[in-house]
């Protein structure tokens, strides 16, 4: 845990385009081979079932999301869109 009024980084990326036949677990497969991943995020429609077509994806270091953010990404044929996410934890 990060000591009180210091704040540590999350080594994320936002991934979209996520093809809908896609699972959470197909997902935080594929990134593994960038390094460690530490969080898989693949939010579901309550009303359709299907994921939303996006995910956040957490890796243990800043070097392995640097990796996936080097790559173009192809899943089940289809482009993904892979952005670097900025995010602070407190």
Same mark, same amino acid.
């Given at each position: 845990?990060?000591?009180?009024?210091?704040?540590?980084?999350?080594?994320?990326?936002?991934?979209?385009?996520?093809?809908?036949?896609?699972?959470?677990?197909?997902?935080?497969?594929?990134?593994?081979?960038?390094?460690?991943? *530490?969080?898989?995020?693949?939010?579901?429609?309550?009303?359709?079932? $299907?994921?939303?077509?996006?995910?956040?994806?957490? $890796?243990?270091?800043?070097?392995?999301?640097?990796?996936?953010?080097? *790559?173009?990404?192809? $899943?089940?044929?289809?482009?993904?869109?892979? *952005?670097?996410?900025? *995010?602070?934890?407190?």
């Amino acid at each position: 845990m990060a000591a009180r009024g210091i704040s540590r980084r999350a080594f994320e990326i936002f991934v979209r385009r996520i093809p809908w036949n896609v699972e959470e677990s197909e997902l935080r497969e594929y990134f593994t081979r960038f390094g460690p991943v *530490k969080k898989c995020i693949l939010p579901f429609n309550a009303e359709t079932g $299907f994921h939303k077509g996006f995910a956040w994806i957490g $890796f243990a270091t800043e070097e392995s999301r640097n990796n996936a953010l080097l *790559k173009d990404h192809f $899943f089940e044929g289809s482009p993904l869109e892979v *952005k670097r996410q900025e *995010k602070t934890v407190r």
